[in-house]
Each structure stands twice: as structure tokens, then as C-alpha cells.
């Protein structure tokens, strides 16, 4: 592990790496650190319970690496999933700040001076991260637009890769241990900011995260359970979802309304080149969905002008 020069480091950042069986792409998140414009005070590197033969002699490497410009502390650890993980590192971290990072992911040099400015900056901020440029079987930006409670109340505004301020973490009481299939992230998001009636969570508008796809991810898996991991974060923050159900239901609707205008779109588009919609959507055309804006949608695809019999 090296670094091209010698910065200085953030003297209230501490980061968390988590790691399960990810060989040589903790290497790369580390060095990701290493590599910061104002590189973190410390790694915590937390193993949960890697089995993979390499996995564990990468991190016995990184661990005995004395000449690391920033020192890597390794937490072995029986595997409990990403939650407990980063309780665990959180736990032994001692700055007033602490990053978050999955052990499959990398940032930008400029993540930690950027991200961390936020947080310096706007003292009611619980934590802050920015945008992503995704890398493996996707290529894309996503844009997290981050904010109050009001707007993760309808989905999750922030990466779970992020920088937090220990107070509002140990206020919350963590990440939730017991949801090992996703979106622990956003419970813990709201979490945080049910802490204070002015905690948000702010976003650098630039992607300083490179996160890595992959089709048998996590996150992939999650959405699968989406419906039954909701309902569960809609029982645990009841109380903010009562207060806030206005807020929540638009948020559910400009969702749905943005992806509907989208696939309407590209159905006009389809239309104006000659192109037969696919069988969902020829399904849809002639059995359109009524009083969520779906007859609306399929009236103009209808009364195009360009195609008279879209399917």
C-alpha cells in the first residue's frame, strides 16, 4: 500500500471498511483511503468471518503492513452480517466522524475533503456522502439527493457508504443486527434522523463514490424482499410516518409518476420509429391501469398523431 504524496490526514475521520470474502477488493478500498487528499486518522478493517482462503491472507497482509501511511487496524469477528460489521468498527473508532465503506467499494481521492466539509460546515447534519459512479455490469451516475426525514421516508436518499457523526449513531443505537437481508441502511438513515428535529443528511452533487455492480449482489438480492423489508421500516419509524404520511404517500407518488412519464416516453419513441412495444406493454396498452395515471399515459400514446394503433 502506498500513496503518490504525502497528505495530511483528517484529523476526526476514522474509517470502517467491512469485508466478507472479498479478496483483492478490499485492497482496493483500502488503498482508496490511502489514497484520500486528507486520508482518514485510521482504517478499521472489520472481517466478518471471511472463509475464503485468499480473503483472509489479503487481510492478514494489510493487517501486518507496517509501513502503511495510515494506520489498519483488523477486527476478526463470527460472522453477523453488515450491520453488526459496522457496529463493530463504529464501535472501536474514537473520532467524531467515521466512515463507512463496503469492503467491494472505492472512492474518489477528493471523497473524505469534500464529503467531510459538509459535516464540518452544518452542525445538525447527522452524516453526508454524494453521488456514485457505478462500475461492473452497470456503467451510470446516480444522483442521491440526501435531506430531512420527510424525503427518506418514501425511499433511501443517501449511499450506504458515508461519512456519520459518532453522536448520532450511538443516539439511534446502531444499525439494526437483526436485518441481515438489505436495506439496513436506509432503517439506520432514519434512525439517525429521528434523533433531532433538524438532523438531515447532506449530499455532495458529484460522484466521489465508485461503487462496484454485480448481478448476484446485495442489493440486487434486497429488492426481491423490498414489500416485506418496507413494511418492517414502516412498523419500526411508525411515529415518523404518521407524522410525516403526506410527505411519505407524495414521495411513493413522484416516484411511480417519474418512471411512468419514463416508459411513456420511450413507448412515443417506439412509435415514432416503427418499433412493435414488447408484450408488457402492448398487455398495458390495451388493459391500462386506472387512477394512478396509467389510462392517462396510455391516451397519449394513443392520440400520439404518430401511430394510431400502437400494438
Request: charge should be negative.
Amino acid at each position: 500500500m502506498h500513496t503518490s504524496q504525502n497528505h495530511r490526514a483528517a484529523a476526526d475521520v476514522e474509517a470502517v471498511v467491512t469485508s466478507f470474502n472479498q479478496s483483492s477488493m478490499i485492497e482496493e478500498a483500502v488503498q482508496s483511503l490511502i489514497s484520500q487528499t486528507t486520508p482518514p486518522e485510521r482504517i478499521i478493517l472489520v472481517d466478518d468471518g471471511s472463509t475464503d482462503a485468499a480473503s483472509v491472507r489479503i487481510l492478514n497482509r494489510l493487517e501486518a503492513d507496517s509501513g502503511s501511511p495510515v494506520p489498519i487496524t483488523l477486527l476478526r469477528r463470527p460472522n453477523g452480517g453488515v450491520s453488526s460489521a459496522r457496529n463493530a468498527g463504529i464501535r472501536s473508532a474514537r473520532t467524531p466522524l467515521v466512515l463507512v465503506l463496503d469492503g467491494d467499494d472505492r472512492l474518489e481521492p477528493s471523497y473524505i475533503e469534500e464529503v467531510g466539509a459538509l459535516l464540518r460546515n452544518s452542525p445538525s447534519m447527522a452524516a453526508a456522502s454524494s453521488w456514485m459512479r457505478t462500475f461492473g455490469v452497470l456503467e451510470a451516475t446516480v444522483c442521491p439527493g440526501g435531506g430531512d426525514i420527510r424525503a427518506f421516508l418514501s425511499r433511501n436518499c443517501c449511499p450506504a457508504t458515508h461519512i456519520l457523526r459518532r453522536a448520532a449513531w450511538e443516539s439511534c443505537g446502531g444499525y439494526d443486527e437483526s436485518m441481515r437481508s438489505g436495506f439496513e441502511d436506509w432503517e439506520f438513515f432514519l434512525s439517525m434522523l429521528e434523533t433531532a428535529p433538524d438532523a438531515h443528511i447532506g449530499i455532495v452533487p458529484r460522484p466521489l463514490i465508485q461503487y462496484r455492480t454485480a448481478p448476484a449482489s446485495s442489493n440486487v438480492k434486497s429488492m426481491e424482499k423490498r414489500l416485506t423489508l418496507m413494511r418492517f421500516i414502516m412498523e419500526k419509524h411508525l411515529s415518523s410516518y404518521r407524522e410525516h404520511v403526506v410527505d411519505a404517500l407524495l414521495g411513493v407518488e413522484a416516484v411511480s409518476m417519474e418512471r411512468l412519464f419514463g416508459w411513456e416516453s420511450e413507448m412515443l419513441r417506439c412509435a415514432e420509429v416503427g418499433q412493435e412495444p414488447g408484450g408488457v406493454s402492448r398487455a398495458f396498452l390495451q388493459q391500462p391501469s386506472y387512477g394512478d395515471g396509467g389510462m392517462a399515459a396510455a391516451v397519449r400514446i394513443a392520440s400520439s398523431g404518430q401511430r394510431t394503433d400502437p400494438f
